[in-house]
């Protein structure tokens, strides 16, 4: 525009001295063809400055729509992925029984593979049935409805796969579903079944206490060997916001004549294992046995920890004459 408003003065100019003669007249006149011909270069560049500018400002408009669809397709995608994690629905359910006879809960999954790789259901996930609070045990033998190797089985991406897995069931009240991703980070099911017997013991996960372990009990039994075992009742509060089993949670030692005795028991009919394993949810209370070898009738000294720190739940000493 500046360059347009110096040339209109000039013509001005020039057109005042066409008075002067008729040599200034045809002057006039080779000027007025030049700054016509300027006028016209200057409005040719200005026009296409202004396409330049135009199609740079559309370029931009276009990438900043592109990064926002590619936003939004990524947020799409996350949303479907997320939604997709809870790739594990119950299919049905049965009672059964194991070899001794004990009843056992029978859900029918069906599972499918989100993921990149070939995964099976127990690599992918984990799943627990609790019942009054406490872990009931998938451990099942001789349940002719239930096929271990079925959960060991590799599923390709974007396979369903219906498998089914055993509970040991404590009783006939509400079974409690929860199926969570490996590391435990994410619920993938959260469902009840009803068996019939009602909802079963209230657990009081609101007003939780402070995490807890005391000796309730102790007494002598066998094992396979016909060796001495001193067997320990030990009750177990979870006070946490998580469900903990007594296990994965402490570590509770026996010594005697200061040496630690030796808590690897076999066949010993008093002492559940299980127990000891399955977790109990916030704010429930369970009963867990260990055993110990023991070399003679001395005192016995009970020592529990944390398992993954230093704190000290209880520490005493068992007479054992």
Same mark, same amino acid.
């Given at each position: 525009?500046?360059?347009?408003?110096?040339?209109?003065?000039?013509?001005?100019?020039?057109?005042?001295?066409?008075?002067?003669?008729?040599?200034?007249?045809?002057?006039?006149?080779?000027?007025?063809?030049?700054?016509?011909?300027?006028?016209?270069?200057?409005?040719?560049?200005?026009?296409?400055?202004?396409?330049?500018?135009?199609?740079?400002?559309?370029?931009?408009?276009?990438?900043?729509?592109?990064?926002?669809?590619?936003?939004?397709?990524?947020?799409?995608?996350?949303?479907?992925?997320?939604?997709?994690?809870?790739?594990?629905?119950?299919?049905?359910?049965?009672?059964?029984?194991?070899?001794?006879?004990?009843?056992?809960?029978?859900?029918?999954?069906?599972?499918?593979?989100?993921?990149?790789?070939?995964?099976?259901?127990?690599?992918?996930?984990?799943?627990?049935?609790?019942?009054?609070?406490?872990?009931?045990?998938?451990?099942?033998?001789?349940?002719?409805?239930?096929?271990?190797?079925?959960?060991?089985?590799?599923?390709?991406?974007?396979?369903?796969?219906?498998?089914?897995?055993?509970?040991?069931?404590?009783?006939?009240?509400?079974?409690?579903?929860?199926?969570?991703?490996?590391?435990?980070?994410?619920?993938?099911?959260?469902?009840?079944?009803?068996?019939?017997?009602?909802?079963?013991?209230?657990?009081?996960? *609101? %007003?939780?206490?402070?995490?807890?372990?005391?000796? !309730?009990?102790?007494?002598? @039994? =066998?094992? /396979?060997?016909?060796? +001495?075992?001193?067997?320990?009742?030990?009750?177990?509060?979870?006070?946490?916001?998580?469900?903990?089993?007594?296990?994965?949670?402490?570590?509770?030692?026996?010594?005697?004549?200061?040496?630690?005795?030796?808590?690897?028991?076999?066949?010993?009919?008093?002492?559940?294992? *299980? %127990?000891?394993?399955?977790?109990?949810?916030?704010? !429930?209370?369970?009963?867990? @046995? =260990?055993? /110990?070898?023991?070399? +003679?009738?001395?005192?016995?000294?009970?020592?529990?920890?944390?398992?993954?720190?230093?704190?000290?739940?209880?520490?005493?000493?068992?007479?054992?004459?």
């Amino acid at each position: 525009m500046k360059k347009l408003v110096i040339l209109a003065c000039t013509l001005m100019i020039l057109t005042t001295f066409v008075s002067c003669g008729e040599s200034s007249q045809d002057d006039s006149a080779i000027l007025e063809d030049n700054v016509s011909d300027v006028i016209t270069e200057t409005n040719a560049e200005q026009e296409a400055s202004m396409q330049n500018e135009t199609a740079e400002q559309i370029t931009e408009n276009e990438t900043t729509q592109a990064e926002t669809e590619e936003l939004t397709t990524v947020e799409a995608i996350s949303e479907t992925e997320s939604e997709q994690e809870s790739n594990i629905t119950i299919v049905s359910h049965s009672l059964s029984k194991d070899y001794e006879d004990k009843d056992v809960l029978v859900i029918e999954y069906a599972y499918t593979n989100v993921k990149d790789d070939a995964t099976s259901f127990s690599f992918a996930c984990q799943d627990s049935v609790f019942q009054n609070g406490i872990e009931c045990s998938s451990t099942i033998f001789g349940c002719d409805e239930v096929d271990v190797q079925q959960q060991l089985n590799d599923v390709q991406p974007g396979v369903t796969y219906n498998l089914k897995v055993g509970y040991l069931l404590q009783d006939m009240t509400n079974a409690h579903v929860v199926i969570t991703d490996l590391f435990g980070n994410k619920t993938l099911l959260d469902e009840t079944i009803d068996l019939g017997g009602g909802e079963g013991a209230v657990v009081d996960a *609101e %007003n939780l206490q402070e995490t807890y372990v005391k000796v !309730v009990g102790h007494h002598m @039994s =066998k094992d /396979y060997k016909d060796e +001495d075992v001193l067997v320990v009742d030990y009750e177990y509060y979870n006070g946490s916001d998580e469900s903990k089993s007594f296990i994965w949670s402490f570590s509770a030692k026996a010594f005697q004549n200061g040496v630690e005795c030796d808590d690897t028991v076999l066949g010993c009919d008093d002492i559940n294992s *299980e %127990n000891s394993m399955n977790e109990i949810q916030p704010g !429930v209370t369970i009963t867990v @046995s =260990k055993g /110990y070898h023991v070399t +003679d009738m001395s005192d016995v000294t009970i020592q529990v920890e944390g398992l993954l720190n230093d704190k000290e739940y209880t520490s005493e000493v068992i007479s054992l004459s």
